[in-house]
């Protein structure tokens, strides 16, 4: 089994700080992890991914995310805020061994103030 | 690039009545899926298909049927409206990989059931 958690449902920070977005999961065999936004009144988009190589995984629009296997996490950071970083953001775990049908966290909204 | 099409992109249908949400990709990807989308719930899977002539049910199936006659079309359907499954649809599709391979997204059916 496969679960994902998003600790948080919404985030506030203020332009120019450090966006920190936390997603733990729990995967009986190595996960593949992935993070998505979305925009208002779009589909997802896929941010970043990790898939078994470099632990720190570098994505769009100047995210990055750190698998850490003793913390089985895969929190998403941004070290300065945008205004055109508000969205929502999910985190989403599949597997090769278990199931490859990926299991989606709640999301987290980000909200940027200026 | 069309990547995932979704059609319609809004709907108000009273309930009883039934209706089918069209899904078409262009990425010739052997997956297919039919999330749904409410607030605070994330994204649930409805239906999937692993590749042409094959559905699968998934996390929230009652109420929906599925088809998947030409790989590149993804059909759900909806028998007797309710007004529970007001939501927001999304289609996704993803390359075949065992896990590894990110869904691309359409842009989501809006549906309000009177």
């Known amino acids: 089994a496969q679960s994902v958690t998003q600790l948080g449902s919404h985030v506030s920070v203020s332009e120019g700080a450090l966006v920190l977005l936390r997603c733990n999961y729990s995967?009986?065999?190595?996960?593949?992890l992935f993070w998505y936004v979305q925009y208002p009144n779009q589909g997802l988009q896929l941010l970043l991914k990790?898939?078994?190589?470099?632990?720190l995984v570098k994505g769009i629009n100047g995210f990055e995310a750190e698998f850490k296997k003793s913390e089985t996490s895969f929190h998403l950071t941004k070290p300065s805020a945008h205004m055109s970083d508000a969205a929502e953001y999910f985190c989403?775990?599949?597997?090769?061994?278990?199931?490859?049908?990926?299991?989606f966290g709640r999301g987290t909204s980000l909200i940027v103030h200026p | 690039n069309a990547g995932v099409t979704q059609t319609p992109k809004f709907r108000v249908l009273k309930t009883g009545q039934s209706m089918t949400l069209l899904c078409a990709q262009d990425?010739?990807?052997?997956?297919m899926y039919w999330y749904r989308q409410d607030p605070g719930m994330g994204l649930r899977l409805i239906h999937y298909s692993v590749g042409e002539g094959t559905t699968a049910k998934g996390e929230v199936p009652d109420g929906y049927n599925v088809s998947r006659l030409k790989k590149q079309n993804f059909l759900l359907g909806l028998e007797s409206a309710a007004p529970s499954q007001t939501s927001v649809y999304f289609c996704a599709s993803s390359g075949q990989g065992a896990g590894n391979q990110p869904q691309h997204f359409g842009d989501g059916t809006r549906l309000s059931i009177l």
């Open positions: 989403a775990v599949s597997s090769s061994g278990g199931s490859y049908i990926p299991t």
């Open positions: 990790y898939t078994s190589a470099a632990t």
């Open positions: 995967s009986s065999v190595p996960p593949y």
């Open positions: 990425m010739n990807h052997e997956y």
